[in-house]
């Protein structure tokens, strides 16, 4: 178990939809960050948090945004879907100290969408 | 941007023998590599990272080497156990304090026969 949780663990959608994805990260942990996991393009980084702040960003559509809140736990939120957005989503956290030069990033179990 | 292959995409190994699994990389600011695991139906996990003031680490029946200048780090496995079983991914970061995303391979099927 690697600290880090993910909600819902699976989630059924139709095209068209809104959905939202909630992670909370290791307890200690500012950063965080969302992959998406395709049979088709592997494991892509979306987007990265640290302490409530946008911090990079990797190949996420417009359709998607994510927010870290006060208390560190992050959602990604997609809309419009389409059957391509099928996927596995993970959320990853680490310490973010950049003093302490601590960098691994631990994942979640995952949510794993299917849009119909 | 950050590209990183891996070879080979699917490894059948037997109990008992090693495994090897490369990966090569093209951006040479990039200063961390870790290894995940993952196993059906889970997260990738975490097994191991090298970074790029060292050329070896070691735990346990796992390795990691680190050629900079050739841009390729490979995982080595011994003494395979149908634990091991799993899809193995290689990846790489510029970041240091976690400013840095992780660029994945396209990961290693791997497979330990009794």
């Known amino acids: 178990d690697s600290g880090v949780t993910q909600t819902p663990k699976h989630l059924i959608t139709a095209t068209g939809q809104r959905v939202t994805l909630r992670c909370s990260p290791r307890?200690?942990?500012?950063?965080v960050y969302w992959y998406q996991q395709s049979l088709d393009q592997g494991l892509q980084f979306l987007i990265q948090?640290?302490?409530?702040?946008?911090?990079a960003k990797g190949n996420i559509l417009e359709r998607f945004s994510a927010q870290q809140f006060p208390d560190l736990h992050s959602e990604l939120n997609l809309s419009s879907l389409e059957l391509g957005d099928s996927a596995l989503y993970f959320c990853?956290?680490?310490?973010?100290?950049?003093?302490?030069?601590?960098?691994?990033?631990?994942f979640g179990p995952g949510t794993r969408l299917t849009v119909l | 941007g950050e590209n990183v292959e891996q070879h080979p995409s699917t490894l059948s190994v037997q109990e008992g023998d090693s495994a090897v699994i490369k990966c090569t990389y093209s951006?040479?600011?990039?200063?961390?590599f870790p290894w995940y695991k993952q196993e059906l139906g889970k997260g990738p996990q975490l097994i191991i990272d090298i970074r790029s003031n060292v050329g070896e680490k070691k735990d346990q029946r796992i390795a990691v080497t680190l050629n900079k200048t050739a841009k390729h780090f490979s995982l080595h496995i011994t003494e395979t156990q149908p634990e091991d079983s799993a899809v193995y991914f290689c990846?790489?970061?510029?970041?240091?304090?976690?400013?840095?995303?992780?660029?994945f391979g396209a990961g290693t099927q791997v497979v330990v026969t009794p």
């Open positions: 990853a956290s680490s310490p973010g100290r950049r003093a302490s030069g601590r960098d691994e990033q631990f």
């Open positions: 948090y640290y302490n409530g702040e946008e911090r």
């Open positions: 951006d040479s600011a990039s200063n961390y």
């Open positions: 307890s200690g942990d500012l950063s």
């Open positions: 990846a790489a970061s510029k970041g240091t304090g976690s400013w840095g995303k992780l660029q």
